[in-house]
């Protein structure tokens, strides 16, 4: 249980909540943020359920070894400034000199620098309402939630930062088509950079090959126990018809060349298997490309349960096999 409430539900404007929402899902190309309070209002609902999302990235970094860079660290279209902020929790041991937030809404940047300060008083932070890749290179660009709302000519000019940057970690929602987009802007820097995560290899990415327009790189988050008992989360599900269990995401991180060796045969699980009595089905990725596959509770009833459950299943594997028929995992990777 948690002592505090995430937000007090009485304090919500909902009617405002559900404008801001449909402002994002309709990838408005306007700024939706109003003023401060409304990013505020964003920070402690939306805003929680992407740190959630967040959390469960760096946790997947953290497993393939990825540390922080410190130095410069940007953060592009930083809203509340919630990735920067839920990063530097997680990153102790990187001397960051400075984080810039980039956004085209002043609010936004007026709330995220604020709240930036108060969790650290000693950090340099500096806000602009654009920045070029003349302007790097930065040591680590965060960016996250955004894509659905970027002009093709923002989304060239941000790739073009990221391809100077020394690392970057990009969190979006799983929708199918910003999804892909993320796929494509790895495609274009895998001349300079290697990925860190999600990704199982270095090779082109499974799911822009032919035959694959339907499937797109998302995964699941577990939000945390609190959020299915709390009289605010509750609310929060039923008024915008939220459904609290699912935290759908996409994400890419990838950091600059160091011909980084992936371990052989490594198969990264893509979104969630499907039950189907005594068999699972579900995707993976693999250098060979997407694989469909599919696991017999009879080889391991553990394993099944674990592979049912988003929450327990491995990420990274190499699978045993027999013939063509997974029989269990040889080494749990991530
Ligand atoms: C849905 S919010 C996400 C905010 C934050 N990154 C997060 O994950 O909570 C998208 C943010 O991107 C900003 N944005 C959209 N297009 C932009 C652009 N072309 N340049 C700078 N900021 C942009 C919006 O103003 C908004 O604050």
């Known amino acids: 249980m ?3 409430p995430d937000f007090d539900p009485d304090d919500v404007d909902w009617e405002r909540l559900e404008e801001l929402r449909d402002g994002f899902l309709d990838g408005a190309t306007g700024s939706y943020w109003r003023n401060a309070a409304d990013v505020e209002l964003y920070d402690t609902t939306f805003g929680r359920r992407i740190a959630w999302k967040w959390a469960a990235v760096l946790d997947e970094l953290a497993a393939r070894g990825f540390v922080a860079p410190g130095g410069r660290w940007l ?3 930083a809203g509340s400034a ?3 902020r839920e990063m530097l929790r997680r990153s102790a041991q990187s001397a960051v000199e400075r984080v810039t937030l980039v956004d085209r809404s002043a609010p936004a940047l007026e709330f995220a620098r604020k709240a930036l300060a108060k969790e650290r008083p000693k950090l340099a932070i500096e806000t602009k309402p654009e920045v070029d890749a003349e302007q790097g ?3 680590l660009v965060l960016v996250s939630h955004v894509i659905s709302e970027l002009h093709p000519h923002d989304l060239g000019r941000l790739t073009s930062l990221l391809a100077t940057a020394r690392a970057f970690v990009w969190v979006e929602s799983a929708a199918r088509d910003g999804s892909r987009a993320l796929s494509a802007v790895r495609e274009q820097l895998l001349a300079q950079h290697d990925p860190i995560a999600p990704c199982a290899h270095r090779e082109a990415c499974g799911v822009l090959a032919t035959g694959r327009e339907r499937d797109w790189c998302h995964f699941f988050a577990t939000p945390p126990p609190h959020v ?3 009289r605010e989360w509750g609310l929060f599900g039923r ?3 939220v459904d609290l269990r699912s935290l759908p995401y996409s994400f890419l991180a990838m950091r600059s060349r160091a011909d980084v060796r992936f371990p052989e045969q490594a198969s990264r699980l893509l979104g969630r ?5 005594a068999s699972l089905r579900f995707q993976c990725c693999e250098a060979s490309g997407i694989r469909d596959r599919r696991f017999l509770r009879r080889h391991d009833g553990k394993l099944f349960n674990q592979l049912s459950e988003t929450r327990l299943a491995p990420k990274l594997v190499r699978w045993r096999f027999e013939g063509e028929e997974i029989v269990g995992v040889d080494e749990r990777l991530a």
Not at 273 to 277: D, F
Request: hydrophobic share 35%; no cysteine.
């Open 82 to 84: 919630i990735a920067t």
């Open 137 to 139: 290179p930065f040591d």
């Open 239 to 241: 008024k915008l018809g």
């Open 273 to 277: 298997a499907r039950v189907e009595r």
């Open 75 to 77: 953060d592009w279209g």
């Open 228 to 230: 299915f008992t709390s």
């Open 2 to 4: 948690q002592d505090q």
